[in-house]
């Protein structure tokens, strides 16, 4: 049974599979139907958007895990990239070519490929769990969240409800794949609240139990209704603005530049 995504239907709709490879069959129907696969950043508001909402509702984002459509692409020298609202995963077909359950990718395609770039073993602490704050600063959990506000919201709220309800002290850690012989790409996944909603990678994408997220046109850019407006801001726009910011404080009324030392906070 399709679990109950919206308080009106259909805005949000689950594309599930069920049989062996399925998973690759499930991005043509979504397409086909006009829908745009959700993001991570999509997700991680719409689980916001719903913390006082209808408990079926509530408890379906909640207490499921999802399928997004922001990949990570890994390069045999053991760079990566991250790709948000990835084209190559929404042009994927049952005759996409795969390696061990990944998307092959020529040195071309991983070239071409236009996101977040992390040298090999600069892409943070992964495989664990973390506390609330190491989230709230971790490279891979900014880009996907593509707002520190929206990653601080999401964290505060993930971790009280996993007190709450779990009894946990950390969680969203960050579970990578490793590199291969040839470039590839996998799908970026955020897991269900009892599985402390770590963001991970879906290591066969021929897997039986995939589960996308299509949203309605109509359903895209309306406030308040789990869409992400929310330019992707790069960590070097980031680290960009705190040096513009940072010394300031010598030179201007400090209560005139009390709202962008808020905002570097935040950073």
Known sequence: MAIKLNATPEAYK?????????????????????????NASQLMQR??????GPAEVKTAWMDNYFDTGDAIAYHPDGRVKIVLDSQTLRDMTPETQRVGGALLLTEDDYNALQGEEFKKGKIGKVNDWMSREDVKAHPVWKVLARDQGLLNDYADYIFAE???????????????????????????????????????????????????????????????????????????????????????????KPELLEPFVELRKKL
């Open 47 to 52: 689980r916001l958007d719903y913390r006082n």
């Open 14 to 38: 689950e594309f599930y599979g069920r049989n062996v490879e399925q998973m690759p069959k499930l991005m043509p129907k979504l397409v086909a139907e006009g829908r745009v696969p959700m």
């Open 162 to 252: 996993g007190k709450e309800r779990f009894g946990y002290d950390t969680a969203m850690g960050v579970y990578p794949d490793s590199a291969g012989d040839a470039p590839k790409m996998r799908a970026w996944y955020v897991n269900r609240l009892e599985h402390r909603s770590v963001a991970s990678v879906r290591y066969d994408l021929d897997s039986g139990c995939g589960r996308f997220v299509g949203i309605a046109p109509e359903a895209l850019g309306a406030p308040g209704k789990g869409a992400s407006n929310i330019r992707a801001y790069t960590m070097a726009d980031l680290q960009s603005f705190d040096s513009a910011v940072k010394g300031l404080e010598a030179t201007v």
